[in-house]
Each structure stands twice: as C-alpha cells, then as structure tokens.
C-alpha cells in the first residue's frame, strides 16, 4: 500500500527522524513525508549533488542493479525515477537473447525471455533517488553522526546527534525515530541504556570477498554476443564466488569477481585480470583484451550473513523502527539488499496506514518486516549454508536439500520455466517455496534425467 494520503488529513506526527542516508534511509524518508510534518535525515557524510561513494558506504564501489521488487517500489515511490536513470546513463538490460546472459559453471543457461533490469553504478543510484527525496518540501538533512536515543515513560523521543567536527552531541526531537545506520547499527546498546532488552542476532559466517573494476565499453557493444554476464557456481564447486559484467552509465563495463577465504581478491589489477581470463563465462574471458581498464580495483569483504531479530522482543519502546541493513544483512552476491529494503518500505507504509500506530512499540511493523527478512534469508542462508568453506550447522536432511537445490541450479541451464521461477525467487518476486512446487520439481527432475 503505497499511496499518499487523503487531501487535507492531518499528518500523523510533527516530526520523522531518519539516522542514515543510505538507500534504505532515504526510501524511509519518502514513506515517512506522507506522514510527517518533517522528515530529518541525519547523514554524518557530505551529500555531494553527484553521483560519488560515500566514506560511509564502502561497498558502494560494488556491483548494484535495480532488480524485481526493489525497482518495482521504489518507481512507485518516485514516479519517473526509473526512466530518469535510463535517460541521464543508466542501462536497461533485456533478459531474452542478446541480453542479460546468466552462465552455471561456465554453462549458458537458457535465456527467460521478457523482463529488464536496470543497470547502473550504486553512487548513480543513490545520487538519483537522494536529488528526488531532497526534493519534498519537508524532507531536509542535519549534518551529523547519531550516537544514542532520548527516551521519556516507555517512548523513544528523539536522538543525540554529533555534528561534524563536534565533541558534544545535541538532541534531535521527534515522534518517530528510524534507525538506518546500516550492518554497524548500535542500536543494540542504544537500547541498553535506556533499560531494553537487545534482539537476538543470527549470522551466517561467509568469509566473502569481491573486487569490482570499471572498463571501458563501446556504445552498444557486446561480448560474444552478450551485453550483460553472470557468472555463478554450485555450491559444491564453489572455490570462487559470483563474477559479472554488467554495462553501466558512462559507457563503462562494471565488473566484479569474488572468492571465500583465502581466495579472496585482492587490489592487484594484474590478478583481476587473470581472475577474470580463468572465468568459465567466455565474455569474462575476452574482457581483458577487448577493453581497457578505467578504473582502480575496489575491494570490500563481506565476513557474514546478520539477521536482528526485533519482532521476537517483548519489551521495545515506542517511536522506534528500525530499517535495511539495521535489521538484516545479506549475500551481497544474490543482489537482494535493495529490494528487501524497498519491501520494508512498503512495511512501514502499511504500519503508518493503521490507526494509532505510533502510539505503542512498532511490534506490528516488525512481524510485517519478519516476513520480507525471512524470504531473503531463507534463500540466501540456504545457498550459503552448502559452500563447503561454511561451518553453519546443517539442518535436518541437508545433503538432500543440497541435491535438490544444485539439481534446481542445473535445470535453470536447460529449462526456462525453472530458470524463471528462479530469478523470482531472487528477486523476492516470489517466497522459497516457489521451488518447491510439484510443477518445478517434476521439471527438475525431468532435466535431470536428461543431463548429460
């Protein structure tokens, strides 16, 4: 439910505070406008009007696309923002033939025809929807790093805020509190001193690390015929992480390799390079040759999977809610963070939408966010949890759920229906249980069989 409310309705509260401008703040404070007579964001980061990485974003050199629901809500939020990207540089990459080509172990799968994704840069992304969210006429940023909460009689009436240079923090009231501060949240201890209760945390070591260089590309070109690669592996045989290529604003190929453990990349261009010449994907394999490098090589590590688990606390004060990767934190590599920050959006839509909501603890807000966290996690901790590098605990049966979800992985190479409900999957188009329907598994099974 993501629409304005009634002319003339009174707004729901004087004051929104958002603590971050990450994505996933900024997409809070569109929600939040609709409901506030003004919506802060407090960003200890200088905003340039530009697209540039944040200091407080490292991984923001990385591979982004805006994919499935994520792009869905977040057009929805913004009309137009989509087209605006597309116009000013960023790329529309088709998924039939010619397109956006996904490789299984060096093997082409079969290409699902409909659908495109938007390819650009994260500072592109972040620097359009920011310019957008600016743009409200009550939505403005404070300069300054959060560094606690104020609370009176069981409610969350504000924060303390650094500004930049500054040694003592100042208060910043508001009805409504949004903690946006990303995987390095310290809302935990936030809580603690004011005599609550921190939510359980949930991990998934990995031990993930990614390395992305910018080439330069010819308008319109293509290697071997294809514009856009993803190259991935089963989990049995995955020595290396996800490696892609994807066409970005400014006539440059984005392109990212990663590996767990000691095969992590590192900054080295030369290593990059022979990375990218040993992939199984043949237009990895041409890259080095065909194009030159335009940028340095970015490095970020990953070390794991983290879940904070807010709907399963008794005691939470009112005016708080927490947003992103405050809440969980995923494989980057399955491309989800976006889409399950835009669909905790829509959350907090609904939350705001029903009557008194801000009145007691945000309880209802986080069930609905439970059930975004828990398809995103449910994919992605299951894929993860079959690396062989991985020491997670195995559930009951897991080798055959590692069999069924690599004989998954194997029919999406030959069966489009398959390979479609699996892109559904990872794009939060659909819940886990999409794969496990008889129609799939028997088409799995059918592939299988004819496997060489």
């Known amino acids: 439910m993501l629409r304005a409310p009634t002319v003339g309705r009174r707004p729901l509260m004087q004051t929104a505070l958002v603590l971050g401008g990450s994505v996933a703040g900024m997409i809070a404070a569109r929600v939040l406008a609709d409901h506030a007579d003004q919506v802060w964001i407090v960003e200890p980061d200088l905003l340039a009007d530009a697209p540039v990485i944040r200091r407080g974003a490292p991984h923001g050199s990385q591979a982004h696309t805006l994919l499935g629901r994520g792009r869905t809500v977040i057009d929805r939020l913004l009309p137009g923002v989509v087209r605006q990207m597309v ?42 929807i920011r310019r957008r969210v600016l743009a409200l006429p009550n939505v403005a940023l404070v300069g300054g790093t959060a560094v606690g ?32 501060t990303g995987r390095s949240s310290r809302l935990a201890d936030w809580l603690g001193r004011l005599g609550y209760p921190a939510p359980d945390k949930r991990r998934m070591a990995l031990d993930l690390g990614y ?54 990349p590192g900054r080295d261009l030369g290593e990059f390079l022979a990375r990218c010449r040993s992939n199984p994907a043949t237009p990895l394999r041409m890259l080095p040759d065909a194009c030159e490098p335009a940028s340095e090589v970015y490095v970020h590590r990953f070390p794991d999977s983290v879940r904070r688990e807010f709907d399963r606390l008794d005691r939470f004060p009112a005016g708080l809610v927490a947003v992103g990767d405050a809440v969980a934190s995923f494989n980057p590599t399955y491309g989800q963070g976006i889409s399950v920050a835009a669909l905790q959006a829509v959350a907090l839509a609904e939350w705001l939408a029903e009557p008194g909501a801000v009145d007691g603890p945000a309880h209802a807000y986080f069930r609905r966010v439970r ?42 190479v030959t069966d489009e229906v398959v390979h479609r409900a699996f892109l559904e999957v990872v794009n939060l188009a659909a819940g886990p249980a999409r794969l496990r329907r008889p129609d799939i598994l028997w088409r799995v099974g059918v592939a299988a069989l004819r496997r060489p």
Do not use: I
């Not at 990459?93 to 994260?122: C, E, I, M, N």
């Not at 390395?211 to 290396?240: D, I």
């Not at 996800?242 to 767990?260: A, K, Q």
């Open 87 to 128: 116009r000013e540089g960023g790329q529309l990459v088709g998924s039939g033939p010619g397109g956006a080509q996904w490789f299984l172990d060096g093997r082409p799968k079969v290409p699902v025809r409909g659908g495109s994704v938007v390819s650009v840069s994260r500072p592109f992304l972040e620097w359009h």
């Open 211 to 264: 390395a992305t260089c910018l080439f330069h590309r010819e308008p319109g070109q293509r290697l071997a015929g294809h514009v856009a690669v993803y190259s991935v592996h089963t989990p049995s045989r995955a020595r290396n992480g996800p490696s892609s290529m994807t066409p970005v604003e400014g006539d440059r190929w984005l392109t990212l390799v990663s590996g767990y453990g000691d095969r992590r």
């Open 371 to 412: 059930a975004v966290v828990d398809d995103a996690w449910d994919f992605s901790a299951a894929q993860d949890r079959y690396l062989p590098h991985v020491t997670a605990a195995r559930p009951f049966g897991w080798r055959l759920r590692r069999g069924l979800a690599e004989a998954v992985q194997h029919a999406t």
């Open 149 to 180: 909460l104020t609370a009176t009689a069981g409610r969350v009436d504000g924060a303390l805020v650094r500004p930049p240079g500054g040694t003592d923090a100042q208060r910043h009231g508001a009805q409504l509190v949004v903690d946006a």
